[in-house]
């Protein structure tokens, strides 16, 4: 199989020129699973070359906009571009999942023109499969080609945020989704071969004021230490706050991780960054430190 994690997103709800909202895509020979839907999510997986039926799994890791923003368009435009079937989504219980439930509503008018117009058999629908988040991994999901897993992060006030985790024939995965460094996820990466986590510079958004941001995000050199403790072999850097915009910036998230003593491949996530999920070397144009 050859299975492949690339980042649709990297930004946060503050925009930064080239980088898109948060979203991970996760290829598994011909089967992909998108993981979040931030701003501009459909004009990447289209940049990739992916059209949105080609995704057969939709994972939410929460309610916050920035990761939720492009799912409207990624459904409507999945239906436009000709897929009936249901579009299987994962979401804890909750706030996410009754997101997810409502997500098309405002968009009954334009559904109905278009069904009437175009001729379509069906409106868009979609599978939400909603789980309740737990302090240690659970199965949440199975097809024939990966087991889904998924576990409770650390992102108060925000409640019911989740990590996923993705194992496959090449290897496994974890997306952290937004959360500060903690036990939950380092327990559900022990070992993985690809971690795709957020990353915050803290000292930075605290020495402008923005205590309430830093506090619930990950500070990159705590990162370091964890991702090292649970053998990590490729951390992925995504969600960087604040937004690099130079190479200088983006080395310096780099340069933090390796102080908390990470030592295995580390990259600083651009949008399209690509990994491949094995022991394969790193294939993308990101810095790769
Ligand atoms: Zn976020
Ligand atoms: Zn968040």
Known sequence: MDT??????????????GRAGPGTLLRCGEW???VDAGRGTVLRLAELGLRCPQIGLLALTHYHSDHLVDMADLVLTRWVQGEFDPLP????????ARFARRVLDNWEDDIAVRSHHGGRPTPPALDVRTF????????????GTVDVSAVAVRHEPVEDAVAYRFDTSDGAVVVSGDTRVCAEIEQLARGVDVLVHEA??????????????ADYHADTVELG???????VA??????????????D??????????????SGQLVVGEDHTTVPVSSEPVSSTAAVD
């Open 234 to 247: 490729t951390l992925v850097l995504t969600h960087l706050e604040p937004g690099p915009t130079t190479g």
């Open 89 to 96: 989504v994962l979401a804890p219980e909750g706030p996410t």
């Open 4 to 17: 492949t994690v690339t980042l649709t997103g990297t930004g946060t709800p503050l925009p930064v020129p």
């Open 32 to 34: 992909a699973a998108q």
């Open 249 to 262: 910036e983006a080395n310096t998230f780099a340069e933090e991780v390796r102080r908390g003593g990470f």
């Open 200 to 213: 915050c510079r803290t000292e930075v958004l605290r020495a402008r004021g923005k205590d309430f941001i």
């Open 225 to 231: 230490v964890m991702a090292e403790r649970a053998g």
């Open 132 to 143: 309740t988040p737990t302090e240690t991994p659970t199965t949440v999901w199975r097809s």
